[in-house]
Structure formats: C-alpha cells, structure tokens
C-alpha cells in the first residue's frame, strides 16, 4: 500500500491554474525539471526529483465526504502526494511541505493537508493557518519551510 497525503482546497482556482502554480513552485524548488508541465500533472501525475508523484484534479466530493462534514468546507481542487518507495519518506515529506507551502502562497481558499482522513496535518481557514501540535509531524526544520504565518493546533476528523 502507498503512503499518499491530500491537499483539498476550496478555492476560485480551477485545477489547471492550480496545477501552473503547483508546477511554478516545483521548479523554483528545483524539484520538477522544466520539461514537466502543468498538463502532465493534470493527465497522468509527474515524479518530483526525490521520487513524490504529484496530480492535480478537480473534486466533486460527495455530501458525506469528511472535509465537508467535519471541517465545514467544500473541496474544488485536490493536489496528491504519493510518496515514492525507493525514496526516502522523510524527504519526500520535507518536499511535500515546501510544496504546499509555495502553493498555500498563490492560491486563495480554505485548504487542508491530510493522510487518508487519518491526521490533518494542516489546516486553513480563511487567512489563519493552523499546523497539527505533533512534533514528529513539524519537526522545527520542516516548521521553517512554512513561509505563512501559522499557529499549532490539532484538528480531526470525525472518527466513525
């Protein structure tokens, strides 16, 4: 089974210009080579340089999807961050968080960092950003990469 993360975001943005944006800050973080386009992670995914594969789409979520129900807000566009196995994981998550953070910095909207439903590792609400208070989750080299303001809290989803 693959370690995957969801960043849903709830924003005015379709999923090509999210994917643009996405792209953009890869390549200014020299994780993506300039041959990689937006399309691409629209289509089929692209593998960053440390082996994350990365695609962007639209959401239709449905009415009972968690992030509607228990966090108040309706997903439009999704980014996914499936960690690569030959990689190291710890890598690939520092990546992944400096992706989301570039990201977080030119797309408007609430959004929602998350493991499978499991842990929210993120969470923003308007202009206020939260990160969970797990430390093994935001060790201080990776709170660093965040470039927001941030405050720690820990969010859920509803366990069922």
């Known amino acids: 089974m693959s ?3 969801n960043l849903d975001l709830a924003t005015e943005l379709t999923a090509s210009q999210v994917a643009r944006e996405l792209c953009d800050v890869a390549r200014s973080a020299g994780l993506f080579d300039d041959s990689l386009t937006p399309r691409l992670l629209l289509d089929d995914g692209a593998l960053t340089t440390k ?3 990365v695609r962007v789409g639209t959401e239709t979520p449905q009415p009972w999807n968690p992030v ?3 966090l108040g807000f309706t997903p439009t566009v ?5 960690l690569g196995r030959a990689g190291d994981y710890v890598d ?5 968080i400096r992706l989301v953070s570039g990201l977080l910095n030119r797309t408007p909207g609430d959004a929602v960092l998350h493991f499978q439903f ?3 590792w993120l969470l923003r609400r308007g202009p206020e950003l939260s990160l969970n208070e797990r430390d093994d989750l935001w060790p201080p080299h990776r709170l660093a ?4 303001p941030f405050r720690r809290a820990t969010h859920e989803f509803a366990q069922e």
Do not use: H, K, P, R
Request: aromatic share 12%.
């Open 118 to 120: 499991e842990v929210i």
């Open 51 to 53: 082996g994350t594969w």
């Open 92 to 96: 690939q998550q520092d990546d992944m």
């Open 78 to 82: 999704a980014a996914v961050f499936q």
């Open 68 to 70: 509607i129900e228990d």
């Open 3 to 5: 370690i995957s993360y």
């Open 145 to 148: 990469a965040v470039s927001q």
